[in-house]
């Protein structure tokens, strides 16, 4: 089975891009992941979310795919030209702080006039398979590990297990049962003296 996600127009140079892309090719998707978590580099987490968006599209429909047999097996970065960033329209209900980071540049012209400065933009396409000659090459076993199954119990071990789940007395219940099998005698007073079996007879 083959996933795929894809990226549009993402606001970055195909150039870095691929240097991120090209550690991820063809790895498990858990290593892919968790090299993605560990680098420094802008488009990253980005790239992380598309790879756990091809995940999801895998899983989708209930088709019982399992994630850690998926492998990377292409990710392609094609360059989607370069334009200038939107004017001041929509830079208006963005914060100060995120301004610097999202306006647009201008640049002078002849005769007076001001050109804007284009940004590189770029397409990100990730494809997740687990096929068995995509695995081999990404030096895995051709079949994914298999959860071990659990052996059936014993005639020993169920009785054992049967003993332990039986419902015990509360404690209470278990006084109360003692006490009226075994009446206690009364107990003599200090100081007072027992009679004698001959006294008070003349």
């Not at 492998?71 to 610097?100: H, W």
């Not at 015990?168 to 109360?176: L, Q, R, S, Y």
Request: overall charge positive.
């Amino acid at each position: 089975m083959e996933a795929v996600a894809r990226l549009r127009h993402y606001r970055g140079s195909a150039q870095k891009v691929r240097l991120v892309a090209d550690l991820i090719r063809m790895k498990p998707v858990g290593r892919a992941l968790a090299m993605l978590r560990a680098t420094q580099k802008g488009c990253a987490p980005d790239i992380k979310k598309l790879v756990e968006s091809a995940v999801a599209n895998a899983q989708q429909n209930g088709s019982g795919v399992d994630a850690d047999a998926l492998v990377v097996s292409r990710i392609l970065v094609d360059g989607a030209g370069r334009k200038p960033l939107q004017r001041n329209s929509m830079i208006r209900s963005v914060s100060n702080y995120k301004k610097r980071y999202a306006r647009p540049r201008f640049m002078s012209g002849p005769q007076g006039r001001m050109w804007l400065v284009t940004r590189p933009f770029c397409h990100v396409t990730v494809h997740l398979s687990d096929d068995p000659v995509v695995r081999r090459k990404a030096g895995l076993t051709a079949e994914p590990a298999r959860p071990v199954a659990k052996k059936k119990t014993g005639k020993v071990a169920a009785a054992v297990a049967k003993a332990g789940a039986r419902p015990t007395a509360p404690k209470g219940a278990a006084k109360a049962e003692t006490k009226d099998a075994k009446p206690k005698a009364p107990r003599a007073k200090k100081g007072a003296k027992a009679a004698e079996p001959g006294a008070g007879q003349e």
